[in-house]
């Protein structure tokens, strides 16, 4: 049974800096498609950073340069670093994860929010200007 759990939200200002892990639990392979997304009030969900097997990742326009996902095999943890953080950042962030069998698959469900099939509960970012 797989097990996502999120930490280290919470409030920063404008620029600076948080980092967020999931903690996992049940995934068996390495060719998972590892993501995270987030929700803004009155907005859909949106793909934000994943990562297929431990090199292929991919990054929504709006994060790129600024945020980096990354990956523990050992510790069955995921990360993103977020950095120069804007108020438009602000959002529920979720930790999701799915077993596909390509990166193409990965970067369609990432940029489509459709077909990860687990997710965590979600934690909060908030960024005050």
Not at 51 to 63: E, M, P, R
Not at 80 to 96: F, G, H, R, V, W
Not at 97 to 114: E, F, H, I, P, V
């Amino acid at each position: 049974q797989v097990q996502l759990i999120e930490s280290g939200g919470g409030s920063v200002q404008a620029g600076g800096s948080l980092r967020l892990s999931c903690a996992a639990s049940g995934i068996t392979s390495s060719g998972v498609c590892m993501g995270w997304f987030r929700q803004a009030p009155g907005k859909e969900r949106e793909g934000v950073a994943g990562l297929y097997g431990y090199t292929n990742t991919y990054y929504a326009d709006a994060v790129k340069g600024r945020f980096t996902i990354s990956r523990d095999v050992a510790k069955n943890t995921l990360y993103l670093q977020m950095t120069s953080l804007k108020p438009e950042d602000t959002a529920m962030y979720y930790c999701a994860a799915a077993y596909l069998t390509s990166w193409y698959r990965c970067s369609s469900a990432l940029g489509a929010n459709r077909g990860m099939a687990y997710w965590g509960k979600g934690i909060q970012v908030t960024i005050s200007s």
